[in-house]
């Protein structure tokens, strides 16, 4: 199974499941920066099944090469598929990838992407190749938010394996950010590790008090109040 071939099969899938009078609400929500085929969630992941099944004969750059063309497409659809290919294909992306994740998430950026590229696909690449942590280190600190809370978010489903003192100075260094996506990111990462941690998050809370947002306190302290 070529990229080619494979993205021809979504290609078609997706324009037969196209609606056209859904794709206005969509636009609209994501603030009309993409366009629509106008599918919903249950009938998108039905069309691209069969494209997930068979991305696993993909190699690593016959994956990349596919999530490109996915990405060069203008409607939304195509990226959300190609995020749903590299969940279910995580393993086979080395540090050779790298520089292709760092080129999706900076090429048309917008939660939806960022949400599971940050924790599913660069937190996968962190975990298997530890060295990537001084990556982190950069992209925390970066100007694009985007990469930022990628950082952020990498160690969401690490669960007890999370480095709790790494995820502490993520928040020290941006806790000073107006940015929302940077607020809300740093509060969904110690909420999460809230779950494994109460306590510790809970003391972090409160010796930055002054320091966190709102917003970043109500995420952080949602399931320990």
Same mark, same amino acid.
């Given at each position: ?15 037969? #499941? ?12 994501? +603030? ?7 599918? +919903?969630? $249950?009938?998108?992941? #039905? ?8 991305? &696993?004969?993909?190699?690593? %750059? ?7 063309? =996915? ?9 959300? =598929?190609?995020?749903?290919?590299? &969940?279910?294909?995580? /393993? %086979? ?5 790298? $520089? ?7 090429? /048309? ?22 060295? !990537? %942590? ?27 394996? %999370? ?7 993520? =928040?020290?260094?941006? =806790? ?6 940077? +607020?809300? #990111?740093?509060?969904?990462?110690? +909420? ?5 941690? $109460?306590?510790?998050? /809970? ?17 952080? !302290? /949602?399931?320990?109040?």
């Amino acid at each position: 199974m070529t990229e080619q071939l494979l993205f021809s099969k979504l290609n078609q899938a997706l324009r037969e #499941a196209a609606d056209p009078d859904a794709a206005p609400a969509m636009e609209t929500y994501q +603030r009309n920066q993409f366009k629509y085929f106008g599918i +919903r969630s $249950p009938q998108r992941r #039905a069309a691209q099944k069969p494209v997930l099944i068979e991305s &696993r004969q993909l190699s690593e %750059t016959g994956l990349a090469a596919f999530v490109d063309r =996915c990405w060069g497409q203008a409607q939304r659809e195509f990226q959300y =598929c190609a995020v749903d290919v590299l &969940r279910k294909n995580h /393993k %086979t992306l080395t540090l050779q990838s790298v $520089p292709d994740v760092h080129r999706w998430i900076t090429t /048309k950026p917008w939660w939806d992407t960022i949400d599971f590229l940050g924790p599913h696909i660069v937190g996968s690449l962190v975990k298997r190749n530890p060295e !990537l %942590t001084s990556l982190m280190d950069e992209w925390v600190v970066d100007d694009n938010i985007w990469l930022a809370r990628s950082a952020i978010l990498h160690q969401l489903m690490y669960k007890d394996q %999370t480095d709790g003192e790494r995820l502490f100075r993520y =928040c020290d260094l941006r =806790c000073s950010d107006h940015e929302f996506f940077i +607020r809300k #990111a740093l509060g969904w990462a110690l +909420r999460q590790y809230a779950r494994v941690e $109460p306590e510790a998050v /809970k003391n972090y809370v409160a010796a930055n008090e002054n320091n966190l947002s709102g917003l970043t306190k109500r995420e952080a !302290l /949602k399931h320990l109040l």
